[in-house]
Antibody, heavy 119, light 109 residues
């Protein structure tokens, strides 16, 4: 079981870019697929996208125009950028490891990081 | 934006069984068996309970079981315990290679 830890600013201004990093320990970022999920206060989970160790990605159709992800093998990290944020992007953001048995579920999760969009 | 529909809340007494439903639409669980369930305690990250409709990851209690009929998947928790009180989320991998979740169900024991 790998461990994941999200990091990044807890407060982002409207129209600016949200940037988060997920640091992986107990496994190599090159060996698995990864993903991002968010949860708005009191609401359900929302899938943001998958990050593949090949460098590819797949994003939610609702967010794909604003999302980019990347992998840094030298730091064993992967990252999320969400542009032009609004108050609707205020949420707890989770990074997670994709399950090795079906390549779409999430078997390990970070603890989550709260991001507030406000001026 | 929830593509899957779950009841907002369910409740049960200790020792009883409870079932949580998850209803999909065309392109997700209605046409495949890629359904998963996650448990989330307050302030904690989700935990995968069930994948591919019926399978449990190693370490998950056999009190948790999954099933599917038509466009509705179900999670059944038997022998309810106080520690089962949590939010439960269903998820489905779609024909467009995306993942959709339900709105979540609050279980009160």
């Amino acid at each position: 079981q790998v461990q994941l830890q999200e990091s990044g600013p807890g407060l982002v201004k409207p129209s600016e870019t949200l940037s988060l990093t997920c640091t992986v320990s107990g496994g190599s970022v090159s060996s698995y697929y990864w993903g991002w999920v968010r949860q708005t206060p009191g609401k359900g989970l929302e899938w943001i996208g998958y990050v593949y160790n090949t460098g590819g990605s797949k994003y939610s159709p609702y967010l794909k125009s604003r999302v980019t992800t990347s992998v840094d093998t030298s730091k064993n990290q992967f990252s999320l950028r969400l542009t032009s944020v609004t108050a609707a992007d205020t949420a707890v953001y989770y990074c997670a490891k994709v399950a090795s048995w079906n390549y779409y579920d999430f078997e390990d999760w970070g603890q989550g990081t709260v991001v507030t969009v406000s001026s | 934006q929830s593509a899957l529909t779950q009841p907002a809340s369910v409740s049960g007494s200790p020792g009883q069984s409870v079932t949580i439903s998850c209803t999909g639409t065309s392109g997700d669980l209605t046409t495949n068996n890629y359904v998963s369930w996650y448990q989330q305690h307050p302030g904690k990250a989700p935990k995968l309970l069930i994948y591919d409709v019926t399978n449990r990851p190693s370490g998950v209690s056999n009190r948790f079981s999954g099933s599917k009929s038509g466009n509705t998947a179900s999670l059944t928790i038997s022998g309810l315990q106080a520690e089962d009180e949590a939010d439960y989320h269903c998820g489905s991998y779609t024909s467009r290679s995306t993942l959709v979740f339900g709105g979540g169900t609050r279980l009160t024991v």
